[in-house]
Nanobody
Framework: VQLQASGGGSVQPGGSLKLSCAAS????????IGWFREAPGKEREGVSC????????YYADSVKGRFNISRDNAKDTVYLQMNSLKSEDTAVYYC???????????????WGQGTQVTVSS
């Protein structure tokens, strides 16, 4: 089970980035997928999640209204569209599967290499 996050980069405040999550060895579409981020000196923060069953989406308060999670089952990819980026969004972003496929529980069990997002003027 391997997941790969990509699409990070450096942007100015107010800019946008779109992250992608792909998998090898399994089909993403069978799983709820979450995004979390890690920044130096800060606790891991769950950012967003999309349910495998009905496509329900979940967002941290810190990103609500700015980020949008979606999935393309034809491409077996999950996306995180990030708009109106702020300096506090700077972190390494990871996509992950969840324990019991539960976005509500919010516990991650498999993830791979993350992608760096840097928001700076």
């Amino acid at each position: 089970v391997q997941l790969q996050a990509s699409g990070g980069g450096s942007v100015q405040p107010g800019g946008s980035l779109k992250l992608s999550c792909a998998a090898s060895g399994f089909t993403l579409g069978y799983y709820s997928i979450g995004w979390f981020r890690e920044a130096p000196g800060k606790e891991r923060e769950g950012v967003s999640c999309i349910s495998r069953t009905d496509g329900s989406t979940y967002y941290a308060d810190s990103v609500k209204g700015r980020f949008n999670i979606s999935r393309d089952n034809a491409k077996d990819t999950v996306y995180l569209q990030m708009n109106s980026l702020k300096s506090e969004d700077t972190a390494v972003y990871y996509c992950a599967t969840l324990v019991w496929n539960s976005c509500a529980l919010g516990e991650y069990d498999h993830w791979g290499q993350g992608t760096q997002v840097t928001v700076s003027s």
